[in-house]
């Protein structure tokens, strides 16, 4: 009997922990993102939707921001910044690597922090 108690307290907080985790399939996401010209936003806007789960991304020249819906069950914001750092552009969050900024075309080098 003590098991069968036990059983059911473990499947209990089993279902309430998975119901605690419940992700955003339309999270609005915010980040600044670093860049100069219309290649720079086709480039970023590129890196963005290539990231599963992304349905919206649009970044703003004057602004740098990059304003995206993102499903969650899908992708995380750390996987969308790694992604728009892999093509040279350093975000809030995570940084583009030497190589990686040194690819862009002249034009799309901005002054790095």
């Not at 309430?16 to 100069?36: I, R």
């Not at 602004?63 to 809030?92: F, M, R, Y």
Request: proline letters at 2%; glycine letters at 4%.
């Amino acid at each position: 009997m003590k098991n069968l108690i036990l059983i059911a307290m473990i499947t209990f907080l089993g279902f309430s922990a998975q119901a605690q985790t419940k992700k955003n399939k339309n999270l609005k996401y915010t980040t600044e993102v670093n860049g100069n010209c219309e290649q720079c936003k086709k480039r970023i806007e590129k890196a963005a939707f290539a990231v599963p789960g992304v349905k919206s991304a649009t970044w703003d020249i004057s602004s740098h921001q990059l304003a995206v819906i993102l499903n969650e069950e899908k992708s995380s914001p750390e996987d969308l910044n790694k992604a728009i750092a892999k093509v040279g552009h350093d975000t809030k969050d995570v940084k583009a690597t030497d190589a990686d900024y040194e690819n862009l075309h002249s034009c799309c080098k901005y002054v790095r922090e």
